[in-house]
């Protein structure tokens, strides 16, 4: 089993609509968990932390499942600017030891 | 806010040259990393620092060495580039004792 496994997609989406994105991870060591966004030929930018409760910021909802070992992502109201991909991050075993990124999920809003 | 530079956005360089790549933060981080991305691959982490002059391997290591002599400077260097290295170097801190990462904007290498 990969570290942290997404679907690359692409994920067209028509602007206005819901979509939600998965992402499984291996390590069930793992503490912190969080979605960044990067924009193509930038670099990646967090998006948000994932908590056990799950949280929401505006229209994005994260949640994390750790008995199933899995993260998701939730966006509303979907915007042309959330066109971008969405990598989803975990950490390796604590503190300086680093992250472990997903390959990302692509996503596409479209006019 | 915090800030993250890298030295260079752009970078072509011959097989066979030494190759500095430099990264600064100005947020106090104790913790830096080196990562390459390449499409199909993601994000793959080289070196990582967590301390001035400490330094620990990533997963690809290989070819690669890093410098940490202060604490707000960490350096990524190729002995000797070859094409394979071609890629796109991504430089991140953290600190404050949370994982969160962040990242510089990237310098985009092409090895000849």
């Known amino acids: 089993r990969k570290e942290v496994e997404q679907d690359p997609g692409p994920f067209n989406v028509p602007e206005g609509a819901t979509v939600a994105f998965n992402c499984t991870y291996s390590?069930?060591?793992?503490?912190?968990f969080f979605w960044y966004r990067q924009d193509c030929r930038k670099e990646p930018k967090l998006l948000m932390s994932v908590y056990s409760s799950g949280n929401e910021d505006g229209r994005f909802t994260a949640q994390l499942n750790r008995a199933s070992q899995y993260i998701s992502l939730l966006i509303r109201d979907s915007k042309l600017s959330d066109s971008a991909t969405y990598l989803c991050v975990v950490n390796k075993r604590g503190g300086a030891d680093g992250l472990t990124f997903g390959k990302g999920t692509h996503l596409i809003i479209q006019p | 806010d915090v800030k993250v530079t890298q030295s260079s956005r752009y970078l072509v360089k011959r097989t066979g040259e030494k190759v500095f790549l430099e990264c600064v933060q100005d947020?106090?981080?104790?913790?830096m990393f080196w990562y390459r991305q390449d499409p199909g691959l993601g994000l793959r982490l080289i070196y990582f620092?967590?301390?001035?002059?400490?330094?620990e391997k990533g997963d690809i290591p290989e070819g690669y060495s890093v410098s940490r002599e202060k604490k707000e400077r960490f350096s990524l260097i190729l002995e000797s580039a070859s094409t394979n290295q071609t890629s796109m170097y991504l430089c991140?801190?953290?600190?404050?004792?949370?994982?969160?990462?962040?990242f510089g904007p990237g310098t985009r290498l092409t090895v000849l």
């Open positions: 947020m106090d981080h104790e913790n």
């Open positions: 991140a801190s953290s600190g404050g004792g949370t994982d969160t990462q962040y």
């Open positions: 390590n069930s060591a793992s503490q912190s």
């Open positions: 620092s967590y301390d001035v002059k400490m330094k």
